[in-house]
């Protein structure tokens, strides 16, 4: 079983295409990464892009996504490390690349900061490689 980290975008991208993710492969990410998607949908109802029903949809099939979210002491101390080695004045993403440093195989990432910061931390893969066998 390959483990992919996934990011808020990458979540929303999931379930906007509905497609199931392959059998062989597990998501993992921060506890925050539903209420961090949660954010994305509601800029987009504020924007008017996005009716609020619309994003209370996709709200619930998120839900549905099966994810092991983490987020404990020894995640939050890798965040911190990872931070300090790489001169991060924030954790949000740090945490991120610390449960893919622990838990996972890949990344996969829509926010282009995130991949940036990932680039000497974790391998990058694209968003298809979750609907596939490796």
Known sequence: MTRFLIDPPA?????????????????????????????LLLAEVEAGTLSEAAALGLHDAMTAVKIRTLGDRGSRGTAWKLARKHGWGTLGRAEYLAIGVLQADALVALDQQLAAQAADVLPLVPLAVLFSAD
């Open 11 to 39: 979540l929303l991208v999931i379930v906007r295409q509905g497609a199931p993710i392959h059998h062989d492969h597990q998501l993992v990410a921060p506890h925050a990464i539903r209420v961090e998607a949660l954010e």
